[in-house]
């Protein structure tokens, strides 16, 4: 069956960088596109950012020029580089994938960041 597993989450400062990592198995990874969904104490989940099977990307205004979305096929994962993190991007970030019009979510990882 379809998993998704995210990582890398963690507490940082305002300024700092993380990296998140989002492991799939149980489908064929690299003709599905993918996104990363985030969700703040609350607030309703959001797009953050998204990426085509051919590499193409797309960004949320609030995280242009500071996050990059990118995956690696031969390791059937996406990941999720975050520079210059703010306090607003505080929340539980969440991989999704439509496969066969079913939608699947990871776990969710917790990404802090403090002033």
């Known amino acids: 069956q379809v998993q998704l597993v995210e990582s890398g989450g963690g507490s940082v400062q305002a300024g700092g960088s993380l990296r998140l990592s989002c492991a799939t198995s149980?489908?064929?990874?690299?003709?599905?596109?993918m996104n990363w969904y985030r969700q703040a104490p609350g607030k309703p989940r959001e797009l953050v950012a998204g990426?085509?099977?051919?590499?193409?990307?797309n960004y949320a205004d609030s995280v242009k020029g500071r996050f990059i979305i990118s995956r690696d096929n031969a390791k059937n994962t996406m990941y999720l580089q975050m520079n210059i993190l703010q306090p607003e991007d505080t929340a539980v970030y969440y991989c999704?994938?439509?496969?066969?019009?079913?939608?699947?979510w990871g776990q969710g990882t917790q990404v802090t960041v403090s002033s």
């Open positions: 990426i085509t099977s051919g590499g193409t990307t």
């Open positions: 999704f994938v439509r496969v066969a019009a079913r939608t699947y």
């Open positions: 149980g489908y064929i990874f690299s003709i599905y596109a």
